[in-house]
């Protein structure tokens, strides 16, 4: 069965930084590659989704990711950072059944 | 919409007590899913279903059970709450293998 790593469990920013988070699936094949967010207190949402096509893919709010087949990795990007982007990341892999990594907490302070 | 709507939001159960979390979604989406959320652990999907009459079991469906017997209802039931259950649960829904949809959560505790 796939499985997904995020290899950063907390990030401290401050805000104006950059972002980079990390996410690897364990095997290739087709597969549906999503990022997703939980700001505190409530439920997760999409940030970006890759099916295919273009490998660099651009979601709400600034985020984006680049899909590299060759290292079995979509790592989630932002330029610079807000205080309202604390939350927790979490990266998925759909290849018939979607699994999730174990979450990246991010606190981005003022 | 209003999308995945669950209830209750929070509840607090007895060891041995059970319960139903109920989950609804007017999207008509066919895929409709039960997660548990555990500090540090991620999402675990419990159990799924791809349409109406059909269910299947995820990674930790022991200790619950689900139907569907509707396009627009998925309820968990959990018959012998025990404290390993103490978790957020969320449903989710979607037209296919894509994007899924979220609900805003159960949290329960078990004592």
């Known amino acids: 069965a796939q499985s997904v790593s995020q290899h950063n469990h907390h990030v401290i920013l401050s805000e104006a930084a950059s972002l980079e988070l990390g996410c690897n699936y364990s095997?290739?094949?087709?597969?549906?590659l999503f990022w997703y967010v939980q700001y505190p207190g409530q439920h997760l949402q999409l940030l970006l989704k890759y099916f295919s096509g273009d490998p660099l893919v651009k979601g709400i709010k600034g985020f984006e990711a680049e899909f590299i087949k060759s290292k079995f990795s979509f790592n989630l990007r932002k330029p610079s950072v807000q205080w309202s982007d604390t939350a927790e990341y979490f990266c998925?892999?759909?290849?018939?059944?979607?699994?999730f990594g174990t979450g990246t907490r991010l606190l981005v302070s003022p | 919409n209003a999308g995945v709507t669950q209830t209750p939001k929070f509840r607090i159960l007895k060891i041995g007590q059970s319960m139903t979390l109920q989950c609804t979604q007017d999207m008509n989406h066919n895929y409709m899913y039960w997660y548990r959320q555990d500090p540090g652990m991620g999402l675990k999907l419990i159990y799924y279903?791809?349409?109406?009459?059909?269910?299947d079991k995820g990674e930790v469906p022991n200790g619950y059970n689900v139907s569907r017997s509707t396009t627009e209802d998925f309820p968990l039931r959990l018959e012998l709450a025990a404290p390993s259950q103490t978790s957020v649960y969320f449903c989710?829904?979607?037209?296919?293998?894509?994007?899924?949809?979220f609900g805003p959560g159960t949290r329960l505790t078990v004592l």
């Open positions: 998925a892999v759909n290849d018939g059944e979607l699994v």
């Open positions: 095997y290739g094949g087709t597969v549906n």
């Open positions: 279903s791809v349409g109406a009459g059909i269910t």
């Open positions: 989710a829904s979607s037209y296919s293998e894509g994007e899924q949809f």
